[in-house]
């Protein structure tokens, strides 16, 4: 069993940053996948970023990209993800997640943090 633990989140203001971090608690961090996925209230949980095993791809979903990045630090054992410029429709529960396979889709999902909370101010 393999649990996330994700950090960073809280209350900013729009236009400010964010960074969020995810420590899987198993050495085996490495043989993963890793992928950033956020639910808003009364909303289907969706796909923001992702990065495969080495880190040489990423892939993020259209209204993030260029304003977020998603990185990982193997010998740390922690996968990132930068927000930069928010807007309050990026306010959502975010979720850090672990698959065996990329790209990354939340039906391969081997396992799920349990969720930080990310609030933009207007």
């Known amino acids: 069993q393999v649990q996330l633990v994700e950090s960073g989140g809280g209350l900013v203001q729009a236009g400010g940053s964010l960074r969020l971090s995810c420590a899987p608690s198993?050495?085996?961090?490495?043989?993963?996948?890793m992928g950033w996925f956020r639910q808003a209230p009364g909303k289907e949980r969706e796909f923001v970023a992702a990065?495969?095993?080495?880190?040489?791809?990423?892939d993020y979903a259209d209204s993030v990209k260029s304003r977020f990045t998603i990185s990982r630090d193997n010998a740390k054992n922690t996968v990132y993800l930068q927000m930069n410029s928010l807007k309050p429709e990026d306010t959502a529960v975010y979720y850090c997640a672990a698959s065996p396979y990329y790209p990354v889709v939340r039906s391969t999902i081997a396992y799920w943090g349990q969720g930080t909370q990310v609030t933009v101010s207007s």
């Open positions: 990065i495969s095993r080495g880190g040489v791809s990423t």
């Open positions: 198993r050495r085996t961090f490495s043989s993963y996948a």
